[in-house]
């Protein structure tokens, strides 16, 4: 459990210094939150099942504030961003692709704003003042729920071999324990660490293994295959929390989707639930990561079955942000993965 609120207390103070509050709000705010903790971890298990509904709550950041899109009216500046697909794609997936960005432009209103192909790449253009929605658009948007199987906090330095693990070791198959030992996570360096264990491509996150990642604060973790997958998605809007009243993305799950949700989170309550709060190996057992594009961005302790498919992702998220998510998983993956060779901009042309 301590490690547990380190983590969280650790992500506070990156969210309050990127928001530029000083680091006495982010510890007020961990203090707060410990309190909340530590009584939901005295209450009965059927007063949780009850209260909470929803049980995968994302408590880190996914991305840098997007910021709002432009003013209506003919924008002075274009911005052109070109993705390539290091797989060759087909003329077919790279249209698919060029609908799917069209779609998700059109879900956040954004104007002037156009995806075509060319040649092997896809093209999305708008307006430069929409740069940073428009970057964070062209994500893949492979979201994936899977089990944490083993966890190792960040320590303030290269972890060394045999530090303090939680979890158990001896549900990772033998292939995947060699990369978690050989992975080493950095804070606020999402992304860059799969290099490491010879991740290319999408196979960083095979939905039917094993795999191992990293969480925004540093966090390492070996998850198991992803039984419920973004793909079981039927609906994602962003919303105010009826719980916390920020900003979160609701998602209700299709029926194989909820099924399986089901199943995954009733396996792991009666598993290790009962024991989580007292024990840190349990507690990790009983958590489920919400896996973006290969990265944790939350792994949430499970506290009762959802069985009616529907939950929320909550992460301090700015309405823009939440739009921007609920975009990518209401419109689905994009087919394979592509990556930013070209970001340019230009003026707009003006017709006579």
């Not at 510890?27 to 949780?48: F, H, K, M, P, Y």
């Not at 639930?273 to 973006?292: E, K, Q, R, Y």
């Amino acid at each position: 459990m301590r490690d547990a609120d380190q983590l969280i207390a650790g992500a506070l103070r990156d969210i309050a210094a990127e928001a530029g509050l000083p680091r006495p709000a982010a510890d007020a705010a961990w203090r707060a939150g410990r309190r909340r903790r530590l009584a939901g971890l005295t209450a009965s298990a059927a007063s949780i099942a009850g209260a909470i509904a929803l049980a995968l709550t994302v408590v880190l950041p996914l991305a840098t504030e997007p910021g709002p899109a432009a003013p209506q009216g003919a924008p002075a500046r274009l911005v052109s961003i070109s993705l390539w697909p290091p797989k060759p794609a087909g003329a077919a997936v790279l249209a698919a692709t060029a609908a799917i960005l069209r779609q998700r432009a059109a879900d956040l209103h954004l104007p002037d704003t156009q995806a075509r192909v060319s040649g092997s790449f896809v093209v999305l253009t708008g307006p430069a003042a929409d740069e940073a929605q428009l970057q964070a658009l062209v994500a893949s948007g492979v979201l994936n729920f899977r089990p944490v199987l083993l966890f190792q906090p960040y320590r303030g330095t290269t972890p060394a071999a045999g530090g303090q693990r939680y979890g158990d070791a001896s549900l990772v198959n033998h292939a995947t324990m060699a990369l978690f030992s050989k992975l080493v996570c950095t804070p606020a360096k999402a992304g860059t660490w799969k290099s490491q264990v010879g991740y290319v491509g999408d196979n960083y996150d095979n939905p039917n293994a094993q795999v191992v990642s990293c969480d925004s604060s540093g966090g390492k973790y070996a998850l198991g295959a992803a039984t419920v997958r973004g793909t079981q998605i039927s609906e994602a809007t962003a919303g105010r929390s009826a719980t916390s009243n920020q900003w979160a993305v609701m998602l209700t799950l299709n029926h194989a989707g909820t099924a399986a949700l089901d199943t995954l989170t009733s396996r792991l309550y009666h598993s290790y639930g009962t024991a989580a709060g007292s024990s840190d190996n349990d507690f990790w057992l009983d958590a489920v990561a919400d896996v973006l594009d290969g990265n944790v961005i939350s792994a949430p302790h499970i506290e009762g079955a959802i069985s009616d498919g529907k939950l929320s992702i909550e992460a301090n998220f700015t309405k823009a942000q939440a739009q921007v998510l609920a975009a990518q998983l209401q419109d689905g993956p994009l087919p394979v993965e592509f990556l930013i060779s070209d970001i340019s901009t230009s003026a707009a042309s003006v017709s006579s």
